[in-house]
């Protein structure tokens, strides 16, 4: 199929769409963000991007923590919500009645309906344009004990998280296609192992 050319842009899509919560001087504000990945793994790292004028940006770069929340797709509208108005006019926490947890290794709460929770420590600040990239390491995980099984697997198929993809959001809610691997897996009596 043929394809269009376009100019560049930051389109890599589909992307977590996650709430962040941080803390300074007793107060908790959330924002959403897209612009969030996995950069390492020993030790856990993640990037998010965050425009300077942000309330959030002063409020982690101030604190050097935050919490990364995954949100349920019964939460798309908190998201959105949370994305286009600043802690700077309204509580958004208050309005929509959202419960907090304390953090374990930050001062940084969790939202208590995000079934999964990252609390982060900011390493670096790499100014980029637009966006400022904060990388921190993941210092902390909190994850609903329903989606975990007894043999220590979380089961994010079960937690109906959500994603971003250019300007809308989608539930990630139905059955894996397949798992790490499994394309080159032996096959068992016609079964894949």
Known sequence: MPKVALKGSALLNPLPAVLITSVKDG?????????????????PMVSVS??????????????GEFTINLPTDKLARVVDFCGVRSGRDVDKLKKFGLSLEEGISVDS??????????E?????????????????????????????????KIHFEK???????????????????????????????????
């Open 27 to 43: 107060f908790v504000n959330v924002f959403t963000a897209a612009w969030v990945a996995t950069i390492c793994t020993k030790p």
């Open 50 to 63: 965050i425009r300077p004028e942000r309330l959030s940006y002063e409020m982690i770069k101030a604190s």
């Open 159 to 193: 937690a109906k998280l959500m994603c971003y993809s250019h300007g809308e959001y989608f539930s990630l809610a139905g059955s894996p296609l397949g798992k790490f691997g499994y394309s080159v897996q032996k096959r068992n009596r016609g079964k894949i192992l």
């Open 120 to 152: 982060c420590k900011v390493k670096d600040i790499i100014p980029l344009g637009s966006h400022h990239m904060f990388i921190s390491e993941v210092v902390q995980v909190k994850v609903d004990k329903e989606l975990v099984d007894d043999k220590g």
């Open 109 to 118: 709460p969790s939202i208590k309906e995000c079934p999964v929770s990252l």
